[in-house]
């Protein structure tokens, strides 16, 4: 085997695997309401953020996911986790959801408890320190290393 397929086989897996354990199924099986869709949510005003694009979200990343374990379709899992990172990294940089978050547990204990989220914002609880945001930067790392491996090879007329 090629040294850039076993790149590209390792590098699927372990971002597939994240996609699943990481960001995925929390959106299904995690606490409720999800903390950052609830921010979002509180700060747009638009309740469809939390659970409806969340499970829309949740979806798109465990397809992705599938997508990336199949050679034949590593590009196109590649390319959707991509544009689903792109649209974390753009709630990060806009208003509505920030670089630096609310810690999870914390921000989710008030959440649970019925504090809104004008509340919490009030309270300038401490902050992840932006690993949110780095966690999406690194997907996006990943996604476009496949997307440049899995590449389609063009040949010589």
Do not use: C
Request: glycine share 8%; hydrophobic share 55%.
């Amino acid at each position: 085997m090629k040294p850039v397929r076993i790149v590209s086989w390792v590098l699927a897996l372990g971002f597939a695997a994240a996609l699943v354990f990481l960001v995925g199924l929390p959106k299904f099986i995690g606490p409720e309401p999800n903390p950052i869709f609830a921010i979002i949510a509180g700060r747009t005003g638009i309740d469809l953020f939390e659970p409806y694009v969340r499970y829309a979200t949740g979806v798109a990343e465990l397809v992705a996911a599938l997508l990336l374990v199949i050679p034949r379709t590593r590009l196109y899992g590649a390319l959707l986790a991509g544009i689903v990172t792109i649209s974390a990294i753009g709630f990060h940089l806009s208003p509505f959801l920030g670089v630096q978050i609310p810690q999870m547990d914390r921000l989710g204990a008030l959440l649970q408890a019925g504090r809104s989220v004008a509340e919490i914002d009030a309270m300038a609880l401490p902050t992840d320190g932006g690993m949110l945001f780095s966690m999406a930067l690194v997907f996006l790392a990943a996604s476009a290393t496949l997307v440049w491996l899995e590449r389609p090879q063009r040949t010589a007329p």
